[in-house]
């Protein structure tokens, strides 16, 4: 969600590089985009901006002039439309001073006003353009970097901001909320909202933490508080990340090429990690109370997760959807254990109830993809899913690689470890069958029948109920198509009247205690007409559709899931859109 970059350095494409890093940081979904350089032709230093809605696609900044300083921003509208004058940056009166911002200003109508009355104009409808002006006021009496810092501690809400100074040729950044990072190069530095998009220039990179400000020129850096201005020590961090794993390689999108990169997440899990795994397992086993939270996808493994360790552990563990465990907190206790699970580690639901979690003095873990993110730096244990690095905004390879660990974990407490290797290992030959050719054709035939409805239905009872919910949110955001996941008992208490001729109807039927009354299920609803598609480890009359998934025992949950996922990319390419990027959805959803 809104995506940040700048540049500062002895290159003069500076413009060119922002736009590349802009592109980089795409995945994480927006509405506009814009790019200001340094004007080094106008003696004053002026700021030339270049403004558009709508996706970067093949637009150049060839129109910009060439300087070694620029800042860019892809923006998820927030405060006012979608328009090229809303999009950031924003300039102050003097046009000297620029600025982007990933966040909201919450107390943006109060510090509005004031602003007017000291005679500035604004142009947008944004908090952003407050904040230049905020900061322009206080510039030419305590420099740039107070000025900042004083503007700053008046907003409320979780902000990052990266002002553009061409007079002093200086970056100054403060953040509280949304991820900030710095990347320290050779006479160049850099600063974006993701380190990937960084690494193609440096792997030193810095995580700024939430209530500091930064000062960056091409040979200087510094990180101050925000709150006193005292200057602190900080240590750069070599960075491993592959940068090649951010390539689409053979595959026309991200999300096919990371459904099929799961076999290896999962056997990578599998093989590695073990002792880590086993410290985790048992933070979980002494605890008195395990909580699973997480968003959307991750919500559904953790939903996953309660089944997993009940049915392997024979253990009670709770979940929430983050942005609710807040509400229903107050039992926590200091011998609590919280999870939270993210591929990002920076959704706002997850931080947010993280910090309330530590507010009652809880340990938290963390399965979590994204080193050094915010979620990854609050938690006191992690587990990093190593699921590389995950492009298409619908999540696919994290959700198997959180599944994997929860099936480790629940297996070390009972015991079982190396019953779950087995399975696992069965899962692998499953996806080598469901990702062939043959299989994939199935797929597409199924979506020509299908691809024109308005609804599908999709249930699911015990260990598949999780993956109904899945399969149905994957279909939603990747194809728009109204997906409904459910419980297969509630059928009858209700969403069997929305049940007609010809509806879509998928059934999840796995080999266990859940598959007689799944199929009762699916044959209620081919009763009042449904086109009932089975997936299933073996074939039935009741089906219109069979998609066979091998039984690899409780770990069948993956194979199925990944069918699912393969439902959603298909069903997306075939009416004309894009699943890396749907609309409305950001990667990392860092407002709330
Ligand atoms: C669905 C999807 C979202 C994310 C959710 C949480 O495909 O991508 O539902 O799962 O926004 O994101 P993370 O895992 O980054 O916390």
Known sequence: MCGIFGYIGVRKDAKDIVLNGLKALEYRGYDSWGVATIDQRISGKE????????????????????????????????????????????????????????????????????????????????????????????????????????????????????????????????????????????????????AHAILPYTNRIYFI????????????????????????????????????IADKGKFPYFMLKEIFEQPKVIEDIVNNNEKQIEQFSDLIKKSYGTYLIGSGTASYACLAGTYIFSRIAKKHINWAAASEFGYSADFLTPKSFVIALSQSGETIDVIDAVKKAKSHGVKIGALVNVLGSTLYRLSDYKLLLGAGVEKAVVSTKAFSAKLTYLILLASIIAGNKNKAKKELDKVIISLEEILSDAYLIKIKKLVDIIYKFRDIYVIGRGLSYPIALETALKIKEASYIHAEGFAAGELKHGVIALIENGIPCIAFLPNDETYGANLAGAMEMKARGGYIIGISYKPHEVFDYYLPVRDCGLSSIIPLVIVGQLLGYYLSIKRGLDPDKPRNLAKSVTVK
């Open 47 to 194: 700021i030339a901006i270049k403004k558009k809605v709508g996706k970067i696609g093949n637009a150049t900044v060839s129109d910009l002039p060439e300087s070694g300083m620029a800042l860019g921003h892809t923006r998820w509208a927030t405060h006012g439309g979608v328009s090229d004058i809303n999009a950031h940056p924003h300039l102050d009166c003097s046009g000297k001073l620029a600025i982007i911002h990933n966040g909201i200003i919450e107390n943006y109508d109060e510090l509005k006003k004031e602003i007017i009355k000291s005679g500035h104009k604004l142009i947008s409808e944004t908090d952003t353009e407050v904040a230049i002006h905020m900061i322009e006021e206080n510039y030419k009496k305590i420099g740039l970097l107070e000025a900042v810092r004083q503007a700053f501690n008046r907003f409320e809400g979780l902000n990052a901001i990266i002002v553009m100074d061409g007079l002093t040729q200086t970056f100054v950044a403060a953040k509280s909320g949304s991820p900030l990072v710095i990347g320290k190069g050779k006479d160049e530095n850099f600063l974006a909202s993701d």
């Open 209 to 244: 933490e939430d209530g500091e400000i930064v000062s960056v020129s091409s040979r200087k850096i510094s990180v101050h508080s925000t709150k006193d201005g005292s200057q602190k020590e900080v240590k750069f961090n070599k960075v491993g990340w592959d940068i090649n």
